[in-house]
């Protein structure tokens, strides 16, 4: 008989964690002493809405000051079996070869811009090798080929994953998944089973089924991220897109979850049931192998905390999960002390060099 445990917090502050109460997640839930503390927002970030603004600012940021120039050391461009264009930025590319390396896969609208932030604090916390894996579209890349997917491709991760593993053969590998990414993540994670490459993965504010999350994005939020995708991927490609029948209702898209309905034909399906059967992260979660935490912030505008619901009791019966929500934190932000710090990098960087 399985034992579920959740460590219930001390405070309202203290993270909740949740895991299949198996020696292994045992000694591991108890080495991450960040765990044990609280988790204490940034003061003056003081709502959900806040952070998430600050996020969004601190990107722009990194993109003003060009900070990203010095922070990749290296970056290739890949073409995949139908043309399309992918790309893989580095950072630390010369470090020693058996240095671990993380995986990092981007959010919905990511760059190697936005993507900075993170990759700096992972580089910093852990001294590991970090490299950025681009899909088709995104930052300077142009979409060669209509085909594009919101939350990401497993064959275009698969390439991207050959490539790493061919260049760096000896280092043990990790992965991150942030938002969309982490949709693209357990769905790779679950179609390999126990044949995923990496020694562990961590899936950062996920939204959990994609058939429905995208439904419970904040309304004005999901407003302007829709927009903001049709700007950034539509409208630039039309003449790449002519050939598609779906190509002009993809411009008249209202929010996040109708462009996701809209969007099978450009990832490559005939209809949107085959596009969720064969794209949907839930449709295989139940298959992944390798260890995996976690982390939902309750006060998620974008991905809703209710999206995990459905979830919740199945991951705790998972013997390879580890669940951690925080009442705070908002969406891939979790920013903690006046300094604005990222909380969420330092776990990720413990829980992989404590796994």
Known sequence: MRIMQTTKPVSENHPSVSYDNNASNQRLVESLRILSK???????????????????????????????????????????????????????????ETTPTIVLIHTISGSPDSMAELVRDLGLKTGWRIVLCLRRGH??????????????????????????????PDSPLYAVGTS????????????????APFKA?????????????????????SRIMAKKMVRQFVCPNESVLSSLRT????????????????????????????YDQNTNPMN????????????????????????????????KT????????????????HYEGWSARSWSARLMSDYFKSV
């Open 38 to 96: 609280p988790y204490r927002a940034t003061p003056w970030l003081f709502n959900a809405h806040t952070q998430l603004i600050f996020y969004s600012l601190r990107k722009y940021g990194f993109q003003q000051r060009n900070e990203s120039a010095s922070l990749y050391d290296y970056h290739e461009q890949l073409t995949m079996q139908d043309g399309g264009l992918t790309a893989l930025y580095w950072s630390g590319y010369d470090l020693p």
């Open 139 to 168: 930052g300077q890349l142009p979409l060669l080929t209509p085909r594009f997917n919101m939350v990401g491709c497993t064959e275009d991760f698969r390439g991207q994953l050959a490539h790493i593993r061919e260049r760096f």
């Open 180 to 195: 969309a990414g982490s949709g693209l993540l357990v769905r790779y994670l679950g179609e390999e089973g126990g044949d």
């Open 201 to 221: 993965a961590f899936a950062y504010c996920p939204g959990y089924d994609t058939g429905t999350c995208f439904d419970n994005v904040h309304p004005r939020y």
């Open 247 to 274: 190509a002009d209702s993809l411009l008249t898209a209202t929010d996040l979850g109708d462009l996701y309905q809209k969007l099978y034909e450009l990832a490559g399906y005939d209809d949107y049931p085959s």
């Open 284 to 315: 295989v979660f139940e298959d992944i192998r390798i260890p995996l935490m976690v982390l939902n912030a309750e006060d998620d505008p974008i991905c809703h905390i209710n999206n995990l619901e459905p979830w919740r009791d199945r991951m």
């Open 318 to 333: 998972m013997d390879n999960v580890i669940l951690v929500t925080t009442r705070k934190g908002s969406h891939c932000a």
